[in-house]
């Protein structure tokens, strides 16, 4: 109500109905979504950084306009902006550590096969994402049409509290089909706001789908995220909807995977069933 009410009194005192949101607060997805749907807002911006992170993103950027060079970025389409590592990195890191893997021609195909056979995923792929959130680089993924995946994912890999709810990822222009409230803003690039599940679908997705029929989802499109846009269609063929549960790649207390080696270090450290990294797979055998 706060949050509401201080975007209400913005509104008044300028006349602007457009939004742009930063700090902490910026990323409850529940107080988003309530203050995009009054009718006073028309859109909102939120920078995927909205913490203390983003501080230096921020700073930056007022040098940058206070000496002239260039404006504000027009546009702000993804968040990967991290390091990023090569197939030949990758692949020493495996050689060295010993582990069996193979190459595969056809990563996203094979990737949405063992998801919809119900396998607990680690994907590494291309730079990693700016911000707190997962977006489909440094991700956990699993299969959101099994009852207890996300019940699985925080026993045997994230070791979390169990009420803990999970994040779906879907392909934009499918987006409005499984979730309510996307009229006025139709996408959310960095899961920052909170949706509800269309009624007809929660049964079908119960692993993605919060008590109150809530989902904090992620749109993905072709131009922002080609590899994880491809896998997401790959497994609609599957399973017939391009949704997969996302999660970031981490085991509890520590932070998000950066590097090859940690995450080959937090996949053997914990309950993965098949590490997707690079153009490579690695499959534990029980």
Same mark, same amino acid.
């Given at each position: 109500?706060?949050?509401?009410?201080?975007?209400?009194?913005?509104?008044?005192?300028?006349?602007?109905?457009?939004?742009?949101?930063?700090?902490?607060?910026?990323?409850?997805?529940?107080?988003?979504?309530?203050?995009?749907?009054?009718?006073?807002?028309?859109?909102?911006?939120?920078?995927?950084?909205?913490?203390?992170?983003?501080?230096?993103?921020?700073?930056?950027?007022?040098?940058?306009?206070?000496?002239?060079?260039?404006?504000?970025?027009?546009?702000?389409?993804?968040?990967?902006?991290?390091?990023?590592?090569?197939?030949?990195?990758?692949?020493?890191?495996?050689?060295?550590?010993?582990?069996?893997?193979?190459?595969?021609?056809?990563?996203?195909?094979?990737?949405?096969?063992?998801?919809?056979?119900?396998?607990?995923?680690?994907?590494?792929?291309?730079?990693?994402?700016?911000?707190?959130?997962?977006?489909?680089?440094?991700?956990?993924?699993?299969?959101?049409?099994?009852?207890?995946?996300?019940?699985?994912?925080?026993?045997?890999?994230?070791?979390?509290?169990?009420?803990?709810?999970?994040?779906?990822? /879907? $392909? +934009?222009?499918?987006? =409005?089909? *499984?979730?309510?409230? &996307?009229?006025?803003?139709?996408?959310?690039?960095? #899961?920052?706001?909170?949706?509800?599940?269309?009624?007809?679908?929660?049964?079908?997705?119960?692993?993605?789908?919060?008590?109150?029929?809530?989902?904090?989802?992620?749109? /993905? $499109? +072709?131009?922002?995220? =080609?590899? *994880?846009?491809?896998? &997401?269609?790959?497994?609609?063929?599957?399973?017939? #909807?391009?949704?997969?549960?996302?999660?970031?790649?981490?085991?509890?207390?520590?932070?998000?995977?950066?590097?090859?080696?940690?995450?080959?270090?937090?996949?053997?450290?914990?309950?993965?069933?098949?590490?997707?990294?690079?153009?490579?797979?690695?499959?534990?055998?029980?």
């Amino acid at each position: 109500d706060a949050f509401v009410n201080l975007g209400r009194d913005a509104f008044k005192r300028t006349g602007l109905r457009k939004f742009a949101l930063s700090g902490g607060c910026a990323l409850n997805c529940n107080a988003n979504s309530r203050l995009a749907s009054q009718e006073f807002c028309d859109d909102i911006f939120i920078q995927p950084a909205s913490h203390d992170g983003g501080i230096a993103l921020g700073a930056a950027l007022e040098a940058m306009h206070r000496v002239g060079d260039g404006d504000f970025v027009d546009g702000y389409d993804n968040a990967y902006w991290g390091p990023g590592y090569t197939n030949e990195e990758i692949e020493k890191i495996l050689k060295e550590a010993k582990i069996p893997y193979k190459k595969s021609d056809s990563i996203e195909k094979e990737t949405a096969q063992h998801v919809a056979d119900g396998k607990i995923i680690g994907w590494f792929q291309g730079r990693s994402e700016l911000g707190p959130r997962a977006l489909g680089n440094r991700s956990i993924l699993a299969n959101p049409g099994i009852v207890g995946m996300n019940d699985k994912v925080n026993v045997e890999v994230k070791h979390r509290e169990v009420w803990r709810p999970f994040a779906p990822s /879907v $392909t +934009k222009e499918d987006a =409005p089909k *499984y979730f309510e409230g &996307l009229e006025k803003m139709d996408e959310s690039p960095f #899961m920052l706001q909170t949706h509800y599940v269309r009624k007809e679908f929660r049964n079908k997705l119960p692993a993605i789908t919060h008590f109150d029929g809530s989902a904090r989802i992620q749109t /993905v $499109t +072709k131009g922002q995220n =080609p590899r *994880y846009y491809t896998f &997401l269609k790959e497994l609609e063929q599957l399973t017939g #909807m391009p949704i997969v549960m996302n999660t970031s790649f981490n085991d509890v207390g520590e932070p998000i995977v950066q590097t090859p080696k940690d995450a080959v270090r937090c996949f053997f450290a914990t309950g993965f069933d098949v590490l997707v990294i690079g153009d490579f797979i690695v499959e534990k055998h029980v």
